[in-house]
């Protein structure tokens, strides 16, 4: 049983670490200032989750295991709600930046 | 050469093109931003050497506190940076600026590398007295215990840098308020994270100060975490900072070094001289000191940040 | 695996603390929260440090906060919105 949660925790970690490296490409690539917030946020919250899911099944405790979720809770919350600030950013001081 | 290895000297490398980028950085903005990431870095290399307890405080007070000091810093000079760029210093006080950091680096750097091994320290004797204290943190008894009048005394210079920042006002707005006023229709974005962010915060915040007692957390890093959530608040604009001459934020502002004061001197009452706590009753004493402690740097923080008052007081 | 991170956080910071205008720094901090957030975990957890989980809830908190004080310094509320009618 813990051999199978052990794969499942380098499966997880794995597939959260190629989303970062994907949002990060994303953001090394994309043409302007909007399309690079999209990859950022997104992909890189996704790999974040996956991370912690990756994580979880060798957190030490139960308590540890509800922190680890909170905060992926929190970064998506407070992720999703900068990026909106930011490209209202954006919208206000033109897309030339 | 082992995956760790490999990954030390990758983060070494990394906090070297960080530094090197702040230096080099083109605008203050910029460069604040590079130093919180700077930041960041720093608090995962503590994570490395084993010092959580550490690595809180470069995230909470280097990432969170300092880095919103600075960008309001930044954000008031953005006025008069056109013309500071016109007063760049000379090349060769550059050079001589750069040769004195690379002096002190190697010097830093060979002092740590010739250190006997292991190095010589107190920490087995700090360990060994760790249970009288009742705590099961070692930093935290360092600080509260061992070296009170130390942590004291940096409340103290906290209090003082604070009258220092309200002293830069003009006379006739002493007593005002500092920052902006509250908003009729605040932002709803802002709003909204400033509504959501806080309960959350402010539990988080307690949780750290008050697990600080067995494991890594504490007083500075609870209230430092307390302190942001205020801090949003206020950039939200659902609240506006308090007037510098309500008695209520000048009490809270000195209770914190005023009740470990107290506490000190009555230990040569209670117990066996300045600053040490009657056996058995350490740590209820401890966590009652570090909670007004907690007052004191999560509404010392949010005004060191605010500013000086910028709006005459209401009569 | 933590070093993929850091090397892939490594170049995202550089790309984004290199780019040209003050947006980019923006989102220096929202990318530092996460991959920061993520990598501090997967180090913690290959290096065997306990009590992280409270570190990376601050980080987490405090980077939230530092790009609210980013954004609100850099297009601050005050200027007129140029599409006026999108704002409900």
Partial sequence: MSFALDVFSIVANGAGVFFFVAGIVGLLRFPDALTRLHALTKADNLGLGLVVLGLLTRAGSLLGALKLIAIWALVQLAGATAAQLIGRAVRRKGPAV | MSVRLALDIGLALLVFAVAARTIFARGAFEAVVDYVAYGLLLSIVWIRLFAVDVALTEDAIGGGVTGVLLIGAAARLRSAETVAAEETPSGSLRVFAACLCLLVTAVLAGVVLLLPDPGPTLAPQAAEHLAETGLGNPVTAVLIAYRAVDTMLEKVVLVLAVVGVWSLAPDRFWGGAPGEARAARPEPTLAFLAQVLPPLGILVGIHVFWAGANEPGGAFQGGAILAAMWLILMMARLTEAPPVGALWLRLALVAGPAVFLAFGVAGFVMASGFFSYPPGFAKPLILFIEAFMLLTIAVTLPMLVAGPPRREPRP | ?88
Wanted: proline share 6%; no cysteine; aromatic share 4%.
């Fill in chain 3, 1 to 88: 695996m933590a070093g993929m991170i850091l090397f892939t956080v490594a170049v995202g910071l550089i790309r984004v603390l290199s780019g040209p205008g003050d947006v980019d720094r923006l989102m220096a901090a929202q990318l530092l929260g996460t991959g920061g957030i993520a990598a501090l975990l997967l180090v913690a957890a290959a290096t065997g440090v306990r009590g992280v989980e409270d570190v990376a809830l601050g980080l987490a908190l405090l980077a939230a906060f530092a790009s609210t004080a980013f954004v609100t310094s850099a297009a601050p509320a005050d200027t007129p919105d140029p599409n006026p009618a999108d704002d409900r």
